[in-house]
């Protein structure tokens, strides 16, 4: 806004400078005051002199004198002036265009930096979103595969227990075992009889005549 | 594979030769005498050895059949193997030859092996048992074992009925080794 302001601040001023430097009336009022300004001066130091004695050829050779100084002067120093005051303005001109150049690039520049900037901030927001849901979803990834592992690590730490745990009974019920039939065995041996023998006979012929009656 | 088919066929054709049963247990005795001799092993080696010459070979088996007293069908049999290279066949030509015979005579064979040595009386009942459930005449050979610990295992016609008290202890402790 303030910057907007002060650009058509500048802007009236060198209106008003352009307008003043092309009128010719205006510059050649100018030049006549500044010419004037002694004149009048002579006059006053004229008028002293009348009082005391002048007269009105005097006043004429004055003024015919400044008219030719006048003309004079529109000859040869106006177009001069107006040049170089010509030059002047047309330079002051370019330097207004340029640095409204200057100024519009600026403020284009400036517009898309702030249009970058909100852009890079939506991006940045965009891109913190993206970042938030792609760390939630590998850490719940990685929750899930842990929880996962965890479970497996479980289930077969179970198994290899029971496992073990079968193991060793079956083991333990075999040496068991051995260790029965060994001494059951050396029993036999030491206390078996002929009646034992004889029974076991009866028994077996028991058992093949079931078959046979099959 | 081939052997025995050849020795089914030799102990068929010595079967084939009467049908008085005697004579043919008669002829199954000196079958399996002559085997046994033959298949002897300084016997067998010297009638294998390559020294040895076809008609010698011939020569000799003749001469083994008339030194064990065989009869002419045997003495026969002895140079038709003998003639023929099948010798080392002349066992499974026994064999065969008492399988088909008791097969003829409805006879089995059965392997009887008891923990302890057994009285005449504990043999004829368990042969009694074995003949009621085939059916037919058993021929026992006996056996003794004393690793059964007790009891007796009989083996008729390619199967084994266990009675021993050792299978007993270890099929219990299997059960108790799970």
Not at chain 1, 174 to 186: P, V
Not at chain 2, 28 to 46: C, H, K, Q, S, T
Not at chain 2, 82 to 103: E, K, N
Request: net charge positive.
């Amino acid at each position: 806004m303030l910057r907007s302001v002060i650009s058509m601040g500048r802007a009236s001023m060198a209106r008003v400078q352009r307008s003043i430097v092309r009128s010719p009336a205006v510059s050649a009022a100018m030049i006549g005051a500044a010419l004037l300004a002694p004149v009048s001066a002579w006059c006053a130091e004229a008028g002293g002199a009348e009082a005391e004695g002048g007269s009105w050829l005097s006043l004429l050779f004055y003024i015919i004198n400044f008219a030719l100084f006048i003309w004079i002067l529109m000859r040869y120093a106006a177009p001069m002036a107006r040049k170089f005051f010509a030059d002047r303005a047309g330079g002051i001109r370019e330097t207004f265009t340029r640095a409204e150049t200057a100024l519009k690039q600026a403020q284009d520049l400036a517009n898309r930096a702030a249009e970058r900037m909100s852009r890079l901030g939506a991006e940045k927001q965009q891109l913190r979103a993206d970042l938030d849901a792609e760390t939630g979803y590998i850490a719940n990834r990685i929750r899930e595969l842990a929880r996962e592992a965890a479970d497996r690590i479980v289930r077969d730490t179970r198994l290899t227990g029971a496992a073990i745990t079968e193991a060793a009974q079956r083991q333990v019920r075999a040496q068991l075992a051995e260790a029965t039939g060994r001494l059951a065995r050396d029993l036999v041996a030491q206390n078996f009889s002929d009646d034992d023998q004889t029974r076991l006979l009866r028994g077996f012929e028991e058992r093949l005549a079931q078959e046979a009656r099959r | 594979m081939k052997s025995s088919r050849v020795a089914k066929r030799y102990a068929r054709a010595l079967l084939g030769l009467s049908d008085d049963r005697a004579q043919l247990e008669t002829w199954g005795a000196e079958l399996e005498r002559l085997a046994r001799v033959a298949d002897a092993p300084e016997v067998a080696r010297g009638l294998a050895s390559p020294e040895v010459s076809h008609e010698a070979r011939i020569a000799a088996m003749a001469k083994i059949a008339e030194r064990l007293e065989s009869s002419y069908p045997l003495r026969s049999l002895a140079v038709v193997v003998a003639r023929h290279g099948r010798i080392a066949d002349l066992a499974a030509v026994s064999q065969s030859y008492q399988d088909q015979l008791d097969l003829l005579l409805g006879r089995a064979r059965a392997t009887l092996t008891f923990a302890r040595e057994p009285g005449a009386q504990d043999t004829e009942a368990v042969v009694r048992g074995l003949e009621a459930m085939v059916r037919k005449t058993v021929i026992a050979t006996v056996k003794v074992d004393q690793s059964l610990l007790g009891g007796v295992v009989a083996e008729l016609e390619g199967k084994i009925y266990d009675g021993s008290l050792a299978t007993r202890l270890g099929e219990a402790a299997r059960r108790l080794a799970g």
